[in-house]
């Protein structure tokens, strides 16, 4: 059976931009799921941060972690919002 | 058109506040809400110098439209704005500005409050808080 590799733009706002130092990356990755590629990427900078909180957007869309991936889909991890 | 009734902007220049409120007229209004979100010199117990604003812009826009829509849906208003600052603010200027225009003030109020908390809760704009230095007085000389 073919391994599922898949491109994924990565962007990084807030915290994660200022823990990585870089607004953003693309990941070549089997990661199947959200889920999965949250830890791959945490695997990979350990962020210190709370991870209950974190939720995370599929190209612009708010998702659940079990969302797939697909080739292409752009991904953002998002701590709690402070506007206004 | 309810773009043209309810309207969520981000700006990294400065707000107009008082140009914002002269933009919103309607002959039917009878109560014009402006709400005015500004930076302030403390948070937590620290004195703050200046913060930064910063907007996953793509989706804030959309939650932002999507937002303003709702309150149009909820509230029986003729029409609202909102326009949130991106980018690096001094202690007294706005964040963020809101607008509604309506008939009667209850709900003009009322939908002001619902544009606040929802953009608060929904909207993906994050704030980065700068901290003046700690002031530690100097020893005593003889």
Same mark, same amino acid.
């Given at each position: 059976?073919?391994?599922?590799?898949?491109?994924?733009?990565?962007?990084?706002?807030?915290?994660?931009?200022?823990?990585?130092?870089?607004?953003?990356?693309?990941?070549?990755?089997?990661?199947?799921?959200?889920?999965?590629?949250?830890?791959?990427?945490?695997?990979?900078?350990?962020?210190?941060?709370?991870?209950?909180?974190?939720?995370?957007?599929?190209?612009?869309?708010?998702?659940?972690?079990?969302?797939?991936?697909?080739?292409?889909?752009?991904?953002?991890?998002?701590?709690?919002?402070?506007?206004? | 058109?309810?773009?043209?009734?309810?309207?969520?902007?981000?700006?990294?220049?400065?707000?107009?506040?008082?140009?914002?409120? #002269? =933009?919103?007229?309607?002959? +039917? %209004?009878?109560?014009?809400?402006?709400?005015?979100?500004? *930076?302030?010199? /403390?948070?937590? &117990?620290?004195?703050?110098?200046?913060?930064?604003?910063?907007?996953?812009?793509?989706?804030?826009?959309?939650? #932002? =439209?999507?937002?303003?829509? +709702? %309150?149009?849906?909820?509230?029986?208003?003729?029409?609202? *704005?909102?326009? /949130?600052?991106? &980018?690096?603010?001094?202690?007294?200027?706005?964040?963020?500005?809101?607008?509604?225009?309506?008939?009667?003030?209850?709900?003009?109020?009322?939908?002001?409050?619902?544009?606040?908390?929802?953009?608060?809760?929904? *909207?993906?704009?994050?704030?980065?808080?700068?901290?003046?230095?700690?002031?530690?007085?100097?020893?005593?000389?003889?």
């Amino acid at each position: 059976m073919a391994v599922d590799t898949k491109s994924i733009l990565v962007e990084y706002y807030a915290f994660f931009r200022e823990a990585i130092g870089r607004k953003g990356e693309t990941i070549v990755t089997q990661a199947a799921t959200a889920r999965d590629l949250f830890a791959e990427i945490d695997r990979k900078y350990a962020f210190q941060t709370d991870h209950e909180k974190i939720r995370v957007a599929v190209n612009d869309c708010i998702v659940t972690w079990e969302t797939r991936l697909a080739d292409g889909d752009v991904v953002v991890f998002l701590t709690p919002f402070g506007g206004g | 058109m309810e773009a043209d009734r309810a309207r969520f902007e981000l700006t990294a220049g400065p707000i107009d506040a008082a140009h914002l409120t #002269g =933009a919103l007229a309607d002959s +039917a %209004a009878g109560a014009c809400v402006t709400f005015e979100g500004r *930076v302030r010199d /403390h948070n937590d &117990g620290r004195v703050v110098s200046s913060l930064e604003y910063e907007a996953y812009e793509r989706m804030a826009l959309r939650e #932002g =439209a999507a937002v303003m829509v +709702a %309150a149009l849906e909820q509230f029986p208003i003729i029409s609202a *704005v909102c326009v /949130h600052r991106t &980018g690096h603010l001094s202690i007294g200027d706005t964040a963020v500005w809101i607008g509604v225009l309506s008939a009667h003030r209850d709900e003009a109020f009322a939908a002001c409050r619902y544009i606040i908390d929802e953009v608060k809760s929904r *909207v993906p704009i994050w704030k980065s808080e700068h901290f003046a230095p700690e002031i530690v007085p100097r020893p005593e000389t003889v």
